[in-house]
């Protein structure tokens, strides 16, 4: 039989089908709340008594006709009008051994069911980005992201609202979601980003200079190489809203973010007083910004590579490796890396992730041997199949 197929039985089979199963099954009686509908004609409901029938759902019954002429996929017409009844099992069970207010609703298998499909529904959008800043509102957690966001913007100082000047390129803002994720692919932390639409911007009219280093994936591999060879363990820290810490030289002047007018100067503009995100020139300032400090720290720029920074206490030797606001750095002693890293949350708002994991798409392990790399959840996110394969080997 193919699935899916529904079958007619006439009603004197099934009422004989049911009394077998009730004798060779009695528990299935014993349900504390079964309900199907199906049509039934009414003389013939009192005769079934206490049959149980859980779970069976017949579309079309024939009654007048015997079990040997009604073919399982006929559908016999009724010589009379079919009614449809809902047919209710249940066991009444003394009051006192009922557990829980009785006032609550029973909640059927298919309810709980339900309800574990909603939370799995509920968990799942959370690792979801929002497109726009309406669908954001509808998860605390991004709110929550958003409101941090602007308080960086007051703890920099990087804007003041003032009138609107007339004859001035106005910058629009947009909200940007992203979820920030480890090398196994878990949710780390939900970042609301409030961007600029540098798009707009013109070269020579409204930024001079654009173009900011940062460091070849050959250049990580050098410094991971070297760190191994000098058994040194590699830390990697990350500057909190890095390009808000830039200055600009030229005036740029943005409008209000979505959903954070100021309700008593709504037609007012901010001016920026430091670069922030989506604007040309805003790597550049970063870039200036960080390397200026470090080597105001008595750090020395590499000849070849300019990400690169080191700082030299007689012996003793400290390496930086600066990618935009992401940085790893090793040194040969501990106390050389304690230095830095006070150093460093010092002058800007860190988050010190410890051991370097996951960097620029690389997965890596530091142990007594040495430093490894692999690219393996690159490999399975780009290829589903080899993710599938290695499903089916680890079963």
């Avoid at 050098?222 to 500057?239: E, S």
């Amino acid at each position: 039989m193919r699935i899916g197929a529904s079958v007619n039985f006439p009603l004197r089979c099934i009422a004989d089908v049911g009394n077998k199963m009730h004798k060779a099954f009695p528990l299935l009686g014993e349900s504390s709340h079964w309900q199907y509908k199906f049509p039934l004609p009414v003389e013939e409901v009192a005769h079934m008594g206490n049959d149980p029938l859980p779970g069976v759902s017949i579309t079309e019954v024939a009654s007048g006709q015997s079990s040997s002429t009604a073919s399982p996929q006929t559908n016999v017409q009724p010589n009379h009008p079919m009614t449809y009844q809902n047919i209710k099992w249940t066991k009444d069970h003394p009051l006192n051994y009922i557990i829980g207010p009785l006032s609550r609703p029973v909640s059927t298998r298919l309810q709980l069911h339900e309800q574990a499909l909603f939370c799995y529904y509920d968990a799942f959008l959370t690792s979801v980005e929002p497109k726009t800043y309406k669908e954001a509102l509808t998860k605390a957690c991004w709110i929550e992201a958003m409101q941090e966001e602007l308080y960086e913007f007051e703890r920099l100082e990087v804007w003041e609202l003032v009138p609107r000047p007339d004859k001035v390129m106005m910058i629009n803002l947009k909200w940007i979601y992203k979820v920030k994720l480890d090398e196994l692919g878990g949710i780390l932390k939900n970042k609301a980003r409030l961007v600029a639409r540098g798009y707009r911007q013109e070269e020579g009219i409204d930024f001079e200079e654009s173009f900011a280093l940062v460091a070849r994936l050959e250049a990580i591999q050098i410094f991971l190489a070297y760190a191994a060879q000098k058994n040194m363990v590699v830390y990697q820290i990350d500057v909190k809203t890095a390009f808000l810490n830039g200055n600009l030289r030229e005036e740029v002047y943005i409008s209000q973010p979505d959903g954070f007018v100021d309700a008593d100067n709504p037609n007012h503009v901010y001016k920026l007083k430091k670069a922030l995100y989506g604007l040309k020139q805003a790597p550049r300032a970063w870039y200036d910004m960080l390397s200026s400090f470090l080597l105001s720290q008595d750090f020395s720029k590499g000849s070849v590579d300019p990400t690169l920074f080191i700082r030299r206490n007689g012996n003793d030797l400290l390496l930086v490796q600066i990618y935009v606001n992401d940085s790893i750095f090793a040194a040969s002693t501990l106390e050389l890396c304690d230095l830095f890293a006070n150093l460093m949350c010092s002058k800007f708002k860190m988050s010190m992730m410890g051991k370097i994991s996951f960097f620029l798409g690389l997965q890596i392990s530091q142990n007594p041997r040495g430093i490894f790399i692999n690219q393996s959840k690159y490999a399975l996110e780009s290829r589903p199949d080899l993710q599938f394969a290695i499903c089916m080997c680890a079963r």
